[in-house]
Protein backbone atom coordinates (compact mmCIF):
# COMPACT_ATOMS: atom_id res chain seq x y z
CA UNK A 1 0.00 0.00 0.00
CA UNK A 2 1.39 3.41 -0.75
CA UNK A 3 0.19 6.90 -0.79
CA UNK A 4 1.36 9.69 -2.63
CA UNK A 5 0.60 13.09 -3.79
CA UNK A 6 -2.08 13.74 -1.25
CA UNK A 7 -4.02 17.18 -1.66
CA UNK A 8 -6.83 18.55 1.27
CA UNK A 9 -9.02 21.19 0.28
CA UNK A 10 -11.70 22.95 2.41
CA UNK A 11 -10.92 22.46 5.85
CA UNK A 12 -11.09 25.77 7.42
CA UNK A 13 -13.90 26.21 5.80
CA UNK A 14 -16.34 23.25 6.12
CA UNK A 15 -15.41 23.76 10.57
CA UNK A 16 -16.38 27.13 9.68
CA UNK A 17 -19.89 25.96 8.31
CA UNK A 18 -20.80 23.57 10.30
CA UNK A 19 -21.57 26.18 12.72
CA UNK A 20 -24.71 27.15 10.60
CA UNK A 21 -26.98 25.22 12.76
CA UNK A 22 -26.10 27.10 15.58
CA UNK A 23 -25.33 30.05 14.48
CA UNK A 24 -27.51 33.78 14.09
CA UNK A 25 -25.04 35.72 12.82
CA UNK A 26 -23.07 33.54 10.18
CA UNK A 27 -20.38 36.55 9.74
CA UNK A 28 -18.49 36.20 12.35
CA UNK A 29 -18.14 32.34 12.61
CA UNK A 30 -14.29 31.25 12.07
CA UNK A 31 -12.57 27.87 11.24
CA UNK A 32 -11.88 27.50 15.03
CA UNK A 33 -12.13 23.70 15.77
CA UNK A 34 -15.21 23.87 19.15
CA UNK A 35 -16.47 21.25 21.15
CA UNK A 36 -19.75 20.97 18.94
CA UNK A 37 -17.33 20.52 15.75
CA UNK A 38 -16.29 17.73 17.74
CA UNK A 39 -18.99 16.13 18.92
CA UNK A 40 -20.34 16.70 15.01
CA UNK A 41 -17.61 14.86 13.62
CA UNK A 42 -17.42 11.90 16.02
CA UNK A 43 -21.02 11.53 15.73
CA UNK A 44 -22.44 8.06 14.64
CA UNK A 45 -22.08 6.87 11.28
CA UNK A 46 -25.10 7.63 9.36
CA UNK A 47 -26.75 10.61 11.82
CA UNK A 48 -25.67 13.17 9.20
CA UNK A 49 -24.85 15.65 12.24
CA UNK A 50 -21.23 14.76 10.67
CA UNK A 51 -22.48 16.34 7.12
CA UNK A 52 -19.92 19.16 7.15
CA UNK A 53 -16.94 16.69 6.87
CA UNK A 54 -17.91 16.12 3.15
CA UNK A 55 -16.54 19.84 2.64
CA UNK A 56 -13.07 18.57 3.48
CA UNK A 57 -11.98 16.80 0.30
CA UNK A 58 -9.12 14.67 -0.02
CA UNK A 59 -7.27 13.67 -3.19
CA UNK A 60 -4.99 11.13 -3.37
CA UNK A 61 -2.76 8.23 -5.40
CA UNK A 62 -3.12 5.08 -4.03
CA UNK A 63 -1.31 2.01 -4.43
CA UNK A 64 -3.39 -1.57 -4.06
CA UNK A 65 -3.21 -4.63 -4.85
CA UNK A 66 -6.23 -6.40 -7.03
CA UNK A 67 -7.91 -8.20 -3.63
CA UNK A 68 -7.65 -4.80 -1.93
CA UNK A 69 -9.00 -2.74 -4.56
CA UNK A 70 -12.00 -5.27 -5.52
CA UNK A 71 -12.71 -4.51 -1.13
CA UNK A 72 -12.43 -0.91 -1.96
CA UNK A 73 -14.95 -0.74 -4.92
CA UNK A 74 -17.95 -1.30 -2.40
CA UNK A 75 -17.21 2.31 -1.35
CA UNK A 76 -19.03 4.18 -3.86
CA UNK A 77 -17.57 7.29 -3.05
CA UNK A 78 -14.44 6.24 -3.47
CA UNK A 79 -14.03 8.11 -6.90
CA UNK A 80 -11.68 6.88 -9.47
CA UNK A 81 -10.35 9.80 -11.03
CA UNK A 82 -8.09 7.98 -13.51
CA UNK A 83 -6.13 4.12 -12.63
CA UNK A 84 -3.64 1.87 -13.82
CA UNK A 85 -4.72 -0.80 -16.89
CA UNK A 86 -4.42 -3.87 -16.65
CA UNK A 87 -6.66 -3.87 -19.65
CA UNK A 88 -4.10 -1.86 -22.00
CA UNK A 89 -0.79 -2.72 -20.56
CA UNK A 90 -0.96 -6.22 -18.75
CA UNK A 91 1.80 -7.07 -21.42
CA UNK A 92 3.90 -4.46 -20.63
CA UNK A 93 4.12 -4.42 -16.85
CA UNK A 94 7.16 -6.17 -15.62
CA UNK A 95 5.36 -8.27 -13.37
CA UNK A 96 7.67 -9.05 -10.35
CA UNK A 97 7.91 -5.33 -9.79
CA UNK A 98 4.18 -5.16 -9.90
CA UNK A 99 3.93 -7.61 -7.74
CA UNK A 100 3.49 -7.89 -3.53
CA UNK A 101 5.76 -9.94 -1.61
CA UNK A 102 2.81 -12.61 -1.13
CA UNK A 103 2.98 -13.72 -4.07
CA UNK A 104 5.01 -16.55 -5.21
CA UNK A 105 7.73 -16.91 -7.47
CA UNK A 106 6.00 -19.79 -9.16
CA UNK A 107 3.25 -17.55 -9.87
CA UNK A 108 5.01 -14.65 -11.64
CA UNK A 109 7.31 -17.07 -12.91
CA UNK A 110 3.77 -18.76 -14.80
CA UNK A 111 2.18 -15.03 -15.59
CA UNK A 112 5.62 -14.30 -17.17
CA UNK A 113 5.41 -17.07 -19.20
CA UNK A 114 2.03 -16.23 -20.25
CA UNK A 115 2.91 -12.84 -20.62
CA UNK A 116 6.12 -13.91 -23.46
CA UNK A 117 3.83 -16.47 -25.11
CA UNK A 118 1.18 -13.74 -25.54
CA UNK A 119 3.97 -11.33 -26.90
CA UNK A 120 5.19 -13.93 -29.69
CA UNK A 121 1.36 -14.92 -30.80
CA UNK A 122 -0.46 -11.68 -29.89
CA UNK A 123 -3.58 -14.14 -29.85
CA UNK A 124 -6.97 -13.33 -27.84
CA UNK A 125 -6.94 -16.25 -26.46
CA UNK A 126 -3.18 -15.85 -25.11
CA UNK A 127 -3.62 -12.62 -23.73
CA UNK A 128 -6.98 -13.80 -21.83
CA UNK A 129 -5.66 -16.21 -20.17
CA UNK A 130 -2.53 -13.72 -19.48
CA UNK A 131 -5.13 -11.34 -18.11
CA UNK A 132 -6.63 -13.78 -16.09
CA UNK A 133 -3.86 -14.89 -14.40
CA UNK A 134 -2.50 -12.06 -12.52
CA UNK A 135 -2.98 -12.48 -9.06
CA UNK A 136 -4.45 -10.97 -6.53
CA UNK A 137 -1.13 -9.51 -5.26
CA UNK A 138 -0.95 -7.28 -8.20
CA UNK A 139 -0.57 -4.02 -7.19
CA UNK A 140 -1.80 -0.89 -9.34
CA UNK A 141 -1.86 2.82 -8.86
CA UNK A 142 -5.05 5.01 -8.89
CA UNK A 143 -5.70 8.59 -8.26
CA UNK A 144 -8.93 9.00 -6.14
CA UNK A 145 -11.49 11.73 -4.45
CA UNK A 146 -13.49 11.29 -1.19
CA UNK A 147 -13.49 13.37 1.49
CA UNK A 148 -13.15 13.16 5.77
CA UNK A 149 -16.98 11.81 5.76
CA UNK A 150 -16.33 8.80 3.91
CA UNK A 151 -12.76 8.29 4.82
CA UNK A 152 -14.30 7.84 9.07
CA UNK A 153 -16.58 5.11 7.32
CA UNK A 154 -13.64 3.38 5.45
CA UNK A 155 -11.51 3.74 9.29
CA UNK A 156 -14.07 2.24 11.45
CA UNK A 157 -14.80 -0.55 9.17
CA UNK A 158 -11.53 -1.55 8.22
CA UNK A 159 -8.91 -0.47 10.58
CA UNK A 160 -8.88 -3.69 12.25
CA UNK A 161 -8.99 -5.44 8.77
CA UNK A 162 -7.14 -9.13 8.20
CA UNK A 163 -5.46 -7.37 4.74
CA UNK A 164 -2.58 -5.77 6.16
CA UNK A 165 -3.07 -2.80 3.40
CA UNK A 166 -6.57 -1.57 4.94
CA UNK A 167 -4.82 -0.84 8.28
CA UNK A 168 -2.11 0.60 7.10
CA UNK A 169 -4.65 2.93 4.83
CA UNK A 170 -6.53 3.72 8.42
CA UNK A 171 -3.19 4.28 9.56
CA UNK A 172 -2.25 6.92 7.01
CA UNK A 173 -6.15 8.49 7.18
CA UNK A 174 -5.06 9.84 11.17
CA UNK A 175 -1.91 11.83 9.31
CA UNK A 176 -4.84 13.62 7.55
CA UNK A 177 -4.67 17.53 8.67
CA UNK A 178 -7.36 17.41 12.09
CA UNK A 179 -8.18 14.01 11.22
CA UNK A 180 -7.86 13.27 14.61
CA UNK A 181 -9.22 16.01 16.35
CA UNK A 182 -12.22 16.20 14.11
CA UNK A 183 -13.72 12.37 13.83
CA UNK A 184 -11.56 10.21 16.54
CA UNK A 185 -11.49 12.50 19.55
CA UNK A 186 -8.19 13.44 20.08
CA UNK A 187 -7.87 17.22 21.82
CA UNK A 188 -5.72 18.62 19.89
CA UNK A 189 -3.58 17.59 16.73
CA UNK A 190 -0.46 18.08 19.58
CA UNK A 191 -2.22 15.73 21.94
CA UNK A 192 -2.48 12.56 18.62
Given at each position: ??V???N?????????????????????????????????????????????LN?????F??????????????????????????????????????C?????????????R??????Q???T?????????????F???????????????????????R????????????????????????????AA
Amino acid sequence: MRVENVNVYGLENAIRVSKFPMAVDTENLTSEITANTKAMGRCPQGTAHDNFLNGIIVQFDLTFTNKAWVEGERYHFFDFISSQSTMHRVSKFDISSQCNKYVTKVIIDEVNRLKEVYLQTKDTEDYLRLLYNIPSGFQLTAGMTTNYRQLKTIYHQRKNHRLPEWREFCEWIETLPKFKELVLGYESEEAA
